[in-house]
């Protein structure tokens, strides 16, 4: 049972260009919402949160957009920079608990 | 003002064998959570523990899985005779009771 979905195993984009990553989720009491940056053979980094009582939460060239009804929120990168080739994993939780993790999305950044 | 601290950073062990994986929290962080990333895939909760208590075990594998979080010391997850199947990257991660959860570097566990 995926309660957080990542669709999308693998993403290529040019620098410069906006990356946009997904992440659905199943359990309608998720009330926090993060994103993590991996790159191999470390651990994951927190990136960026969100609360379930916006809709929007920027820093810097990261932004990651709540869609509560549609059950979906994407991080959204711009400009990508070649350093941001990493795996990137979405997470919910629910009242401070325990994160739960999407698969991950392989975002590759070229030149 | 140092990270999560986990070791050893890679361990191989023969199936049959005991392996123990330990895990520092960031100072001031009470709360640990342990992770296993199989190939190719997520990462998957096992448990979460505070001082001296287990809080949520679901992710726990029945059998061979113990977890423990000392008033003193590192948390240790411990596998007993371990099998290929074991072979993963097993991520500790700690907070002080907010949702942020700060990673350590993970263990390769290599069942040979």
């Known amino acids: 049972d995926q309660q957080v979905k990542q669709n999308s195993p693998s993403l290529s984009v040019q620098e410069g260009r906006i990356s946009i990553l997904n992440c659905d989720y199943t359990?309608?009491?998720?009330?926090?919402f993060l994103w993590y940056k991996k790159y191999p053979a470390e651990g994951p980094t927190f990136l960026i949160s969100?609360?379930?009582?916006?809709d929007k939460n920027e820093d810097g060239r990261f932004t990651v957009f709540l869609n509560k009804s549609a059950k979906h929120l994407s991080l959204h990168i711009v400009p990508s920079q070649p350093g941001d080739s990493a795996v990137y994993f979405c997470a919910a939780s629910y009242n401070t608990d325990k994160l739960i993790f999407g698969t991950g999305t392989r975002l590759q950044v070229f030149p | 003002n140092a990270g999560v601290m986990q070791n050893p950073r890679h361990l191989v062990r023969r199936r049959g064998q005991e392996a123990r994986l330990r895990c520092s929290p960031m100072?001031?962080?009470?709360?640990v959570y342990w992770y296993r990333q199989l190939p190719e895939e997520g990462l998957k909760f096992m448990v979460y523990?505070?001082?001296?208590?287990?809080?949520?075990e679901s992710g726990m594998p029945k059998e061979r899985f113990s977890a423990e979080f000392p008033k003193e010391g590192p948390s240790i997850l411990r596998i007993q005779q371990v099998v290929r199947g074991d072979s993963a990257a097993y991520f500790c991660?700690?907070?002080?009771?907010?949702?942020?959860?700060?990673f350590g570097q993970g263990t390769r566990l290599t069942v040979v």
């Open positions: 359990n309608s009491m998720f009330d926090y």
């Open positions: 969100i609360s379930s009582i916006k």
């Open positions: 523990l505070q001082k001296e208590n287990i809080i949520d």
């Open positions: 100072k001031g962080h009470s709360h």
């Open positions: 991660a700690s907070s002080p009771g907010s949702v942020e959860a700060f």
